[in-house]
């Protein structure tokens, strides 16, 4: 089963500097995908940024970007010039690549999560 | 992307009583996932509902507990059956975003149960 660890339970940031938030994950797969997802104060999940594991490339979007170290398994976010709203919970997780194989094949491992707090 | 209305987005319900939840789509989508987050802790599956067939449950969560159903490709409900305390949650649904597994999943607002 894979699993997903994200090390560091809270973080905070000074406005428009720059954070990285880590997550490593287990898997015996070779292709899957990474994503993170942010989790303001309303619950929603909101889709940040995500990575497919065949592709070297590192994700961006816009002020978001990621560090995927496929070998080291590592998947680490980085958010440039932090603004006041950024403030939230972040959730890295894992799905895997393969086709259907019974209970639980299409889920999202979610690591326990980062709380960005920024400061003005 | 699909959207997804979940309500009610929160209720306190007295222990002993059952809660169902409801998600309706934008549009038509082959299966509908229901999740757990315990306060302060990480998502957690409890089931995957495909239109016409039963839903297959995770481990550790059993369908008497959380009875789901799924009458057609946009719409599912979840039922949080003979409540304790311990069933408070944040209760959300998902969708796969698109056609390519590879875009991740469409949340739904959630549902904050208080149960006392």
């Known amino acids: 089963a894979q699993t997903v660890t994200q090390s560091q339970p809270e973080m905070s940031v000074q406005e428009a500097e720059t954070v990285t938030l880590s997550c490593t994950y287990d898997?015996?797969?070779?292709?899957?995908?990474l994503f993170w997802y942010k989790q303001p104060p309303s619950r929603q999940m909101i889709l940040v940024i995500r990575?497919?594991?065949?592709?070297?490339q590192n994700a961006t979007e816009n002020r978001f970007s990621v560090n995927f170290q496929k070998a080291a398994k590592s998947f680490s976010l980085k958010i440039s010039d932090s603004q006041l709203g950024d403030a939230a919970m972040y959730f890295c997780?894992?799905?895997?690549?393969?086709?259907?194989?019974?209970?639980?094949?299409?889920?999202?491992?979610f690591g326990k999560g980062t709380k960005l707090s920024v400061i003005p | 992307s699909a959207v997804i209305s979940q309500k009610p987005s929160r209720d306190i319900c007295q222990r002993g009583t059952s809660l169902t939840i409801q998600c309706q789509v934008d549009?038509?989508?082959?299966?509908m996932f229901w999740y757990r987050q315990q306060p302060g802790q990480s998502l957690t599956l409890i089931a995957t509902?495909?239109?016409?067939?039963?839903?297959?449950?995770e481990s550790g969560f059993v369908i008497d507990k959380f009875p789901i159903s799924r009458p057609n490709l946009t719409f599912s409900t979840l039922t949080v059956s003979n409540m304790s305390p311990e069933d408070s949650s944040i209760y959300l649904c998902?969708?796969?975003?698109?056609?390519?597994?590879?875009?991740?999943?469409?949340f739904g607002s959630g549902t904050r149960l208080t149960v006392v």
């Open positions: 509902a495909n239109q016409g067939s039963e839903a297959t449950y």
């Open positions: 997780a894992y799905r895997s690549a393969r086709s259907y194989s019974g209970a639980g094949s299409y889920q999202l491992t």
């Open positions: 990575q497919e594991a065949y592709k070297q």
């Open positions: 898997t015996s797969e070779s292709d899957y995908y």
């Open positions: 549009s038509q989508v082959t299966m």
């Open positions: 998902s969708v796969e975003r698109g056609l390519d597994r590879a875009y991740g999943y469409t």
